[in-house]
């Protein structure tokens, strides 16, 4: 997947996500996303840029209101009722790499 790197201008990047080119650009100086310099411009990780603007609370309200996050109903999970829960995912992983099944089943044959 890491061929298919989807990469952003901070103007671009800012339009995007409904905030200022100078808070992108503080982003950059504080080495919280990820970028690479093309012909002296800052081309920003669009999967970093995701990151970065949903851990922090200013940015994910201004994405919300103004940028992509208006526009993306399923980044608002209103009913925690189809929420998906994290503990369900690392159990069914554990317990499906861990082939309890085989002692059960010659459990049941005897």
């Known amino acids: 997947m890491s061929d298919n790197i989807i990469r952003l201008s901070v103007s671009e990047a800012a339009k995007l996500f409904g905030i200022s080119t100078q808070t992108i650009r503080r982003a950059i100086a504080a080495q919280e996303v990820g970028y690479v310099v ?3 411009r800052y081309k920003l990780s669009f999967e970093s840029l995701v990151r970065w603007s949903q851990s922090t609370a200013h940015v994910r309200n201004k994405s919300n209101v103004r940028g992509i996050g208006q526009f993306v109903t399923q980044w608002r999970i ?33």
């Open 78 to 110: 209103r009913n925690r009722k189809f929420s998906p829960n994290p503990a369900l995912f690392s159990a069914k992983g554990g317990s499906a790499s861990g082939g309890d099944k085989k002692p059960d089943a010659t459990h049941e044959d005897t």
């Open 38 to 40: 093309v012909q002296n």
